[in-house]
């Protein structure tokens, strides 16, 4: 009998596979390595939050959340060009960055690599937000560090599993 | 090698700017770059416009990489050039997918400039 993905729930949960997720993007789009570290992360002013929407198997989300200086390092990282202000470049840069963990995070375990979708990017820039969801089946909640003074979060959210 | 021709489509600036920066580490000299954000923009600029390598994403709104593929085959457009999807997508069903539309490559997302060395070469000296 076929097992459902709920039933390897704990295998769909594992930090690692975020952990790896994190490391693979880093490591080879933009030359660097990351460190799990423990929060909260440093506040800044203006943040950005880019969520990548899962859907089939599994309903969720994959977001990721920094400030804007940790944001336009990574684009500039990404892009090879230092860049000064939080422009399109920038959110579009950290889009695809959440759209890379994404699909890293998901295909790191095969029932979820090919019976979940992923969405088109949304990002979201300003001040004095959060982010609530109401009763996830489960969620992963990472910090990371590069380059020893940039830190960002990411945070797997399923509100569905079949 | 002579100069290429290439077409890069992703709804993604920067992600476009990465693949032709990926080519050019991998030793192409690229004479044009065009650039499309969605599989239809992607189709007229092959209605007016040749090349000799295709790459693509397939997330994409509008019209995603695989439909891209379709109509390109349906369309008679660009028949003899190779077309590598560049994507998040990994899975075996996939890939299987692209190739059964068209693609002659498949490159995962994230990826190193060796790796997009090592598929597209190949298909241009077949081409």
Redesign the interface.
Same mark, same amino acid.
């Given at each position: 009998m076929a097992l459902s993905l709920r039933d390897s729930l704990h295998v769909v949960t594992d930090p690692a596979h975020l952990e790896g997720s994190v490391e693979e993007v880093f490591r080879l789009m933009l030359g660097v390595n990351c460190e799990q570290i423990e929060g909260p992360v440093k506040k800044e002013p203006d943040t950005i939050t880019a969520v990548v929407g899962f859907g089939g198997v599994l309903s969720g989300a994959c977001v990721f959340r920094s400030g804007e200086s940790v944001a336009r390092r990574i684009a500039g990282l990404l892009t090879g060009m230092d860049q000064p202000t939080m422009d399109d470049t920038v959110k579009d840069a950290i889009g695809e960055i959440c759209n890379m963990l994404a699909g890293a995070w998901k295909g790191k375990v095969p029932d979820l690599s090919a019976k979940c979708m992923l969405s088109v990017p949304a990002v979201v820039t300003g001040r004095d937000y959060n982010i609530h969801v109401q009763s996830p089946e489960f969620s992963l909640h990472h910090v990371y560090s590069f380059e020893q003074e940039y830190a960002f979060e990411v945070t797997i959210i399923c509100d569905g599993l079949q | 090698m002579s100069e290429i021709r290439t077409l890069i489509v992703d709804?993604?600036?920067?992600?476009r &700017?990465?693949v032709e920066?990926a080519l050019r580490q991998a030793g192409l000299e690229l004479s044009a770059v065009h650039e499309a954000s969605s599989g239809t923009e992607a189709l007229e600029i092959l209605r007016a416009k040749t090349v000799d390598l295709i790459l693509s994403d397939i997330?994409? *709104?509008s019209m995603d990489g695989l439909e891209f593929l379709r109509q390109l085959r349906d369309q008679n457009l660009a028949p003899d050039v190779p077309v590598v999807m560049i994507?998040? !997508?990994?899975? !075996? !069903?996939?890939v299987k997918q692209a190739i059964v539309a068209g693609a002659q490559g498949y490159i995962? &997302? *994230?990826?190193?400039p060796e790796q997009v060395k090592d598929r597209v070469l190949p298909l241009l000296v077949v081409a």
């Open positions: - | 709804d993604s600036s920067v992600m &700017k990465i920066r997330n994409m *709104p994507t998040t !997508e990994s899975s !075996e !069903e996939h995962r &997302k *994230p990826f190193t």
